[in-house]
Structures are given as structure tokens and as C-alpha cells.
């Protein structure tokens, strides 16, 4: 890629980079003298019921003390139980059993980076009987209790709005904007349930679609600019397809 286009920063997986050195150290290396980076964890598994995975998480320090990225994201999610790992990030109970548990592994985490992390806001594809608390008043206690930042995925927004009868628009009002570090849009998948209802999911693996964009640009008006990553993992397109939404996104910031 000789231009770049509107890309001035890029996400990596942390799990993608976790070998003594090597080839994609090597290519990470090259990439950071183009570009800000921000390390991205998928197996921390933060909201798990089991303690952190310390040799998991010292690996995730190594690496973060290698490249000082700009920022180090999880989360909020869990995706071990015992000594099983689910290549998957499942929801969580909004509880204050939950909000404890989460708040000693978010401290655990920022204890041994040595840095701020932020935690993202999943996909919801059901919803918890025994939630005592909004998902949004569940993230700002968390702010409050461990000083972390927040990675908002308004894909992830629009997708449990949509899959839970409720209304972007409101989560984003309700959400503790202050804390926001990030903002991821991607694409997402379209099916039904059982019932026939729309049911989406989030597969990074299309376009941004204009509800998306559109909640991007309602949720900008409100905090001002911030960092803009699309994310497209799977059945990527060739670059100009990738340009486009980058430049998009550009346009939206703007």
C-alpha cells in the first residue's frame, strides 16, 4: 500500500502477536513507523467467573512494552470457563456480582500493563432476567470504580438495539460518553429468530450499512471527534473497497 488514504491508525489483535519476535513483529515494526497503533485483546475473557489467566495476560504486557501502542483495548465479555477457551465473547448478567468481578479483573489488567485500558461494549443477542442494571449505567459504574476507558462499537450498539426492541439513539444518550477513547463501526450479518424477528450479527465481514453511519454521526455530535476505526476481519475486499469506507468514516468525522 504505497497511499494510505484517509488511514492515519491501525488495530491489531494482541492474540496475533503474541511469539518471541519473527516475521509479524517484523511487519508490526514496519506498520508503526506509518501509523499510530492501538493492541486489541480478544482472550482475556474479563468478564470470565475463573481468575485471569496470568501467564495470558503477562504475554499481553510483553507485547504492549514492545510496541507502546497507543491504546489497549478488551471486552466486556467472557470467553473461558475452567480450562476450556470458546472462540467466542458471550454475554454477561448486568449485576453487582458481575460489576465486582469485572471491576477486580479491569484493576487486575491495569496493575500489571501499567496503563489505562479501555473495555468495549458487546453484542447482545438476548437479554438477562436476573439484570438489575442498564448496560450503559453498568459501564459508567465501571469508569467510576476502576478509572478504565471505553472502546464504543456503534455497529455493536445498533445490533443489540435492534436484536432487543430498543433504541440506539437512547443508548447512545445514556451512554458515559466522557470515557470514550475509541469508536469501532463494522458490518454485520442479517437473519431472523425463531419468531421470524430481525436478528443481526455482528461478523465484521460486510460493509458499514447507513444506520450505522448514521448513529457514528449522532454519536460524534454529542462527543466531538475521536478516533474512527472500521473494522472488516473476515472475507476482507481488495483495498479500494477499504479506502472507501475509510474515507467515509473520514467524512463522517469531519
Known amino acids: 500500500m504505497t497511499d494510505p488514504g484517509p488511514v492515519r491508525w491501525i488495530e ?19 506498520l508503526q513507523e506509518k501509523f499510530a497503533l492501538s ?10 467467573e475463573g481468575p485471569l489467566d496470568t501467564d495470558h495476560l503477562a504475554r499481553v504486557k510483553t507485547l504492549c512494552d514492545r510496541t507502546q501502542p497507543a491504546s489497549f483495548s478488551e471486552h466486556l465479555a467472557w470467553s473461558t470457563h475452567g480450562m476450556e477457551y470458546l472462540n467466542d465473547l458471550l454475554p454477561l448478567p448486568y449485576t ?33 432476567a436476573e439484570s438489575d442494571l442498564s448496560e450503559t449505567d453498568f459501564l459508567t459504574e465501571l469508569t467510576r470504580r476502576t478509572s478504565c476507558g471505553l472502546l464504543l462499537d456503534v455497529n455493536n450498539v445498533f445490533i443489540s438495539a435492534t436484536n432487543l426492541g430498543l433504541s440506539p439513539q437512547d443508548y447512545i444518550d445514556a451512554f458515559p460518553t ?32 447507513g444506520p450505522v453511519w448514521e448513529l457514528l454521526a449522532y454519536t460524534l455530535a ?5 478516533p474512527v476505526l ?17 474515507e467515509h468514516a473520514a467524512q463522517v468525522l469531519a
Not at 493492541?39 to 470470565?48: A, D, E, R, T, Y
Not at 454529542?222 to 475521536?226: E, F, I, V
Open 12 to 30: 491489531v489483535h494482541a492474540e496475533n502477536y503474541m511469539g518471541e519476535g519473527g516475521r509479524p513483529h517484523a511487519q508490526l515494526r514496519a
Open 178 to 209: 466522557d470515557h470514550i477513547g475509541e469508536i469501532h463501526v463494522g458490518g454485520h450479518d442479517k437473519d431472523t429468530d425463531d419468531h421470524g424477528a430481525p436478528l443481526l450479527i455482528d461478523s465484521h465481514g460486510k460493509a458499514v450499512v
Open 96 to 128: 453487582e456480582g458481575t460489576l465486582a468481578r469485572v471491576t477486580a479483573h479491569i484493576n487486575q489488567v491495569q496493575d500489571v500493563l501499567g496503563r489505562q485500558m479501555l473495555l468495549e461494549n458487546p453484542s447482545s443477542y438476548l437479554a438477562f
Open 230 to 246: 472500521v473494522e472488516w476481519d473476515n472475507d476482507v475486499p481488495q483495498w479500494p473497497v477499504l479506502r472507501a469506507e475509510a
Open 222 to 226: 454529542q462527543t466531538g471527534p475521536k
Open 39 to 48: 493492541v486489541h485483546g480478544v482472550g482475556l475473557s474479563i468478564g470470565g
